[in-house]
């Protein structure tokens, strides 16, 4: 059950009496109250003001939660007018998930549940996820997901990997005009080194497990990205689409300051 610590009620008194006697002010009340909420479930303390913190409100990994921890954390979400994404939910837990709470909606390829019943505060700045094979899809859609409900637009640009490297430089005028490049490859991981040779945009790796044998599950990958010859690319952990999304959410608001 949803305890009714949400709220420390002896620090905000504090704060409020600080502010009336004028010890204080509006600005240092505000960034003390951004780490005073949160619901504790007793299996987890829901933070409800990561949103006012980060800008986007807390994200789950379901991988290692059980449906009930999954639904009581998403139904304590919803309950503070938040949407709600939770990552790496496999198809037979997000079943046991809808059947406690069926607002929550799967996308399997990406093992995503979502529920965005609030309104998505649009992001400034356009974003382009670019994969070299098809076999990258289920990383990209989880990237391409959590860019929708972060409310970042995106152009989807699929399978121009280096082995035939005129389908990547047909689409070399697309991703320069975007605000970032999200670069989503396998095998050698050598995509992202090609394109930030060409668009000086901030170009974001993400290594995938895709590969044979010495492609270690995408350690190769990541080696190759982390020691790219284009400059200043960053690289995320391998697989992690979610995590290259919300890297182009930090540098599009940094842009739009």
Request: proline letters at 4%; a neutral charge.
């Amino acid at each position: 059950m949803l305890a009714s610590a949400a709220v420390d009620t002896p620090k905000l008194q504090e704060l409020l009496e600080a502010l009336r006697a004028g010890t204080t002010t509006v600005d240092a009340v505000a960034r003390e109250l951004r780490d005073l909420p949160f619901s504790d479930l007793g299996f987890a303390k829901v933070d409800h003001h990561r949103a006012m913190r980060q800008g986007v409100a807390e994200v789950l990994l379901g991988s290692g939660k059980t449906p009930e921890q999954i639904a009581g954390i998403s139904r304590a979400l919803l309950d503070k007018g938040q949407n709600v994404l939770v990552t790496r939910v496999a198809p037979d837990a997000a079943r046991d998930v809808q059947a406690l709470l069926p607002a929550l909606q799967y996308r399997e390829v990406s093992r995503l549940l979502v529920a965005t019943p609030h309104p998505i505060a649009a992001i400034a700045g356009r974003a382009v996820v670019v994969s070299a094979g098809t076999s990258d899809f289920p990383v990209v859609e989880e990237c391409s997901e959590t860019l929708r409900v972060l409310g970042v637009t995106h152009e989807r640009i699929h399978d121009v990997g280096v082995a035939g490297i005129h389908r990547l430089l047909s689409q070399r005028e697309a991703i320069a005009g975007a605000d970032v490049a999200i670069v989503v490859a396998g095998m050698e991981g050598a995509l992202p080194s090609v394109v930030g040779g060409l668009v000086d945009i901030p170009v974001i790796a993400v290594p995938t497990s895709v590969g044979y044998g010495a492609a270690f599950q995408g350690v190769a990958a990541l080696l190759g990205m982390l020691t790219s010859c284009a400059s200043g690319i960053t690289v995320v952990n391998i697989d992690n689409g979610f995590g290259a999304a919300f890297a182009a959410v930090r540098m599009l608001r940094m842009k739009g300051k």
